[in-house]
């Protein structure tokens, strides 16, 4: 008998909350929960603008590796070709270089496969021509995206040391067309060891 009663004492003991407990709890858990609904829209707007702005300083790169590989190349020649291989105008926002590509001793342009190209500056994008011999004219296109990124600053710049192949460094600066707030630059460097 005496253990019988002792097991229902114990029972009468143990309880659940009570109704002040559940309403404290609900009003915490609610006001949790709006300040994270609060927040989420702004770290979603903070997620995207930094995914943004990788995608542009990425293609921003890769525009920049395209631009030195012709630089690079430029003023090679098998045999006697006749001009500059390097032309730098528009204050360095628009270059033209050329290349024998087919190592026939000279630079073609009106082959199927034009050995000079050009880059230029234009309305916020970055174009390129192939086969162009000016800097003015049609015929050129648009390589960076608009759609994603104005580009704000194309420009490059040509570094003499006597004894030395010419340096030429690539400065590309572009704006996101959606968070336009921050610009994102890049800065590339190549030598031209086919110039004089």
């Given at each position: 008998?005496?253990?019988?009663?002792?097991?229902?004492?114990?029972?009468?003991?143990?309880?659940?909350?009570?109704?002040?407990?559940?309403?404290?709890?609900?009003?915490?858990?609610?006001?949790?929960?709006?300040?994270?609904?609060?927040?989420?829209?702004?770290?979603?707007?903070?997620?995207?603008?930094?995914?943004?702005?990788?995608?542009?300083?990425?293609?921003?790169?890769?525009?920049?590796?395209?631009?030195?590989?012709?630089l690079?190349?430029?003023?090679?020649?098998a045999?006697?070709?006749?001009?500059?291989?390097?032309?730098?105008?528009?204050?360095?926002?628009?270059?033209?270089?050329?290349?024998?590509?087919?190592?026939?001793?000279?630079?073609?342009?009106?082959?199927?496969?034009?050995?000079?190209?050009?880059?230029?500056?234009?309305?916020?994008?970055?174009?390129?021509?192939?086969?162009?011999?000016?800097?003015?004219?049609?015929?050129?296109?648009?390589?960076?995206?608009?759609?994603?990124?104005?580009?704000?600053?194309?420009?490059?710049?040509?570094?003499?040391?006597?004894?030395?192949?010419?340096?030429?460094?690539?400065?590309?600066e572009?704006?996101?067309?959606?968070?336009?707030?921050?610009?994102?630059?890049?800065?590339?460097?190549?030598?031209?060891?086919?110039?004089?």
């Amino acid at each position: 008998s005496y253990c019988r009663n002792a097991g229902r004492d114990n029972m009468s003991l143990t309880h659940g909350f009570s109704l002040p407990e559940v309403l404290i709890s609900v009003a915490i858990g609610s006001t949790l929960m709006l300040s994270t609904v609060k927040l989420l829209p702004a770290l979603q707007l903070a997620v995207l603008r930094q995914t943004q702005d990788v995608a542009v300083q990425e293609d921003l790169w890769q525009l920049a590796l395209l631009v030195g590989k012709h630089l690079q190349r430029a003023g090679y020649c098998a045999g006697n070709c006749r001009g500059d291989g390097l032309v730098l105008s528009r204050e360095g926002q628009c270059v033209i270089s050329r290349w024998d590509a087919n190592n026939n001793g000279s630079w073609d342009t009106s082959s199927a496969e034009p050995e000079q190209t050009g880059f230029r500056l234009r309305e916020g994008a970055l174009e390129i021509s192939r086969g162009t011999a000016s800097c003015n004219g049609n015929g050129w296109e648009k390589i960076s995206e608009p759609a994603l990124f104005t580009v704000t600053r194309f420009e490059v710049s040509q570094r003499l040391v006597k004894g030395y192949a010419p340096r030429f460094v690539i400065a590309l600066e572009g704006v996101s067309a959606r968070y336009g707030e921050t610009p994102r630059t890049v800065m590339h460097q190549v030598t031209g060891y086919n110039l004089p």
